[in-house]
C-alpha cells in the first residue's frame, strides 16, 4: 500500500510538458488569422508580429488600415523616392489586411455562435 501512495503522491513528470501543449493549442485555436502573407515577388508581411504588437487581428485591421490610408492621404506612391518598393509594400500590405478581414469576421462569427450556444444552454 505504501508503494501506491507513494506514486499517487509524486508529480507526474508529463505535466510540464502537457500544459505547455495544451497552451499552445489553446493559443492556435484562439486565432486563425494567417502568420504572414507574401507575394510571388518574395515580399513578406509578418501578420503574427503586427497582432502581437495590436494586441488583436482587430487592432492589427485598424493599424494596417490606417497605415495604407496615410500613404494615400500623402498621395501615395508617386511622391517616394523609390517607387517601386513603395508599390510592392503597399500591395503586401493590402494582402495582409484582405487575410484580417477574413480572420476578424471569422472570429466574430465563431464569437456569435459561442453567444447563441450559452444561451441556448441557459
Known amino acids: 500500500m505504501k508503494a501506491i501512495l507513494?506514486?499517487?503522491?509524486?508529480?507526474?513528470?508529463?505535466?510540464?510538458?502537457?500544459?505547455?501543449?495544451?497552451l499552445l493549442a489553446g493559443n492556435a485555436a484562439e486565432c486563425a488569422c494567417p502568420e504572414y502573407v507574401s507575394l510571388p515577388s518574395g515580399t513578406v508581411f509578418n501578420i503574427a508580429a503586427l497582432?502581437?504588437?495590436?494586441?488583436?487581428?482587430?487592432?492589427?485591421?485598424?493599424?494596417?488600415r490606417s497605415a495604407v490610408a496615410q500613404v494615400s492621404a500623402h498621395g501615395g506612391c508617386p511622391q517616394s523616392e523609390?517607387?517601386?518598393?513603395?508599390?510592392?509594400?503597399?500591395?503586401?500590405?493590402r494582402k495582409a489586411?484582405?487575410?484580417?478581414?477574413?480572420?476578424?469576421?471569422?472570429d466574430s462569427l465563431s464569437e456569435s455562435l459561442r453567444k447563441k450556444e450559452r444561451a441556448a444552454v441557459k
Open 97 to 106: 489586411i484582405v487575410a484580417l478581414e477574413a480572420c476578424v469576421s471569422s
Open 51 to 64: 497582432i502581437r504588437d495590436a494586441g488583436s487581428p482587430d487592432g492589427a485591421l485598424r493599424k494596417a
Open 82 to 93: 523609390e517607387l517601386a518598393v513603395c508599390e510592392e509594400t503597399l500591395a503586401v500590405a
Open 6 to 22: 507513494g506514486r499517487v503522491n509524486r508529480p507526474p513528470v508529463l505535466a510540464p510538458g502537457m500544459f505547455a501543449a495544451l
